[in-house]
C-alpha cells in the first residue's frame, strides 16, 4: 500500500519568514496530493491541492509544488502569521471512485512573534 | 455548508466494553472513512466505505468493526475496548469521484481505562 514521509515533525520560524514542509510517497498511482490544516483543538481542513498534471500551484501565501518523478510535494508558506500555527497534513490520493486518502504524520507548524 | 458530525466529543470506557462511535453527514456524501489520529503518527485509516452496506479495511483495522446501514451514518465499533485503543477517532466524508475534498468531523476522544 501507498506509504507518505512526511518532514519535519516540528518546525518553528519567525513571523514573516517562510515555511516548507515536504513530503514523498511510494505508490506511483498516486495523482492527488492535498494539505490539510489543523488548528489546535479544531478538525482538519483542506487548504490546498494539487494534481498530478500540475506541477505547481498557488493560493495567496501558500503553494504546493510537486515532482512525479521523485515522488514528493512539497507546502510552501510565505510571509507567515500567527494563524499560521497549526498542525499540517500532507495526503495522497489515487484516481479510483473508491479513493482513500493516505495522511502523513503531521508537520506541529510554531510561528514566533 | 459541509456537515460531518460526531455523535461524542468525550467518551471514558472501561476495559472490555463494547463501544460505538457514530458519525453522520448531510451532504449526501457516498464515501465515508474512520481515522485514528495519535501523535506522532498522523492519520491512519481504520476502515472506509463507498457505499451502503460496503466496507473495506484501512490500514489498522485490528480490533474495530465497522457498519454503514444508511447511506449518511457509518458507525465504528470496538467490540472490546482495550487501552490501546485510547485516541482521537476522525470521520470524514467525500464524494464518490475521485480527487474531491474530504470533509471531517469534530472528533471524539476516547479513552478506554
Known amino acids: 500500500g501507498e506509504n507518505v514521509e512526511q518532514h519535519p515533525s516540528t518546525l518553528s520560524v519567525q513571523e514573516g519568514d517562510s515555511a516548507v514542509i515536504k513530503c514523498t510517497y511510494s505508490?506511483?498511482?498516486?495523482?492527488?496530493f492535498p494539505w490539510y490544516k489543523q488548528e489546535l483543538g479544531k478538525r482538519p481542513q483542506l487548504i490546498i491541492d494539487?494534481?498530478?498534471?500540475?506541477g505547481e500551484k498557488k493560493d495567496q501565501r501558500i503553494a504546493v509544488t510537486l515532482n512525479k518523478t521523485a515522488k514528493h510535494f512539497s507546502l510552501h508558506i510565505t510571509e507567515t502569521q500567527p494563524e499560521d500555527s497549526a498542525v499540517y497534513f500532507c495526503a495522497t490520493g489515487s484516481n479510483f471512485g473508491n479513493e482513500k486518502l493516505t495522511f502523513g504524520t503531521g508537520t506541529r507548524l510554531t510561528i514566533i512573534p | 455548508d459541509v456537515k460531518v458530525t460526531q455523535s461524542s466529543r468525550y467518551l471514558v470506557k472501561r476495559t472490555g466494553e463494547k463501544v460505538f462511535l457514530e458519525c453522520v453527514q448531510d451532504?449526501?456524501?457516498?464515501?465515508m472513512f474512520w481515522y485514528r489520529q495519535d501523535p506522532g503518527l498522523g492519520l491512519r485509516l481504520i476502515y472506509f466505505?463507498?457505499?451502503?452496506?460496503?466496507?473495506e479495511k484501512g490500514d489498522i483495522p485490528e480490533g474495530y468493526s465497522v457498519s454503514r446501514e444508511k447511506k449518511e451514518r457509518f458507525s465504528l465499533i470496538l467490540e472490546s475496548a482495550s487501552t490501546n485503543q485510547t485516541s482521537m477517532y476522525l470521520c470524514?466524508?467525500?464524494?464518490?469521484?475521485?480527487?474531491?475534498?474530504?470533509?471531517f468531523g469534530q472528533g471524539t476522544r476516547l479513552t478506554v481505562v
Open positions: 466505505s463507498y457505499d451502503v452496506k460496503m466496507k
Open positions: 494539487i494534481r498530478s498534471n500540475v
Open positions: 451532504m449526501d456524501h457516498e464515501n
Open positions: 505508490d506511483s498511482a498516486s495523482n492527488y
Open positions: 470524514a466524508s467525500k464524494f464518490f469521484r475521485a480527487n474531491t475534498e474530504a470533509f
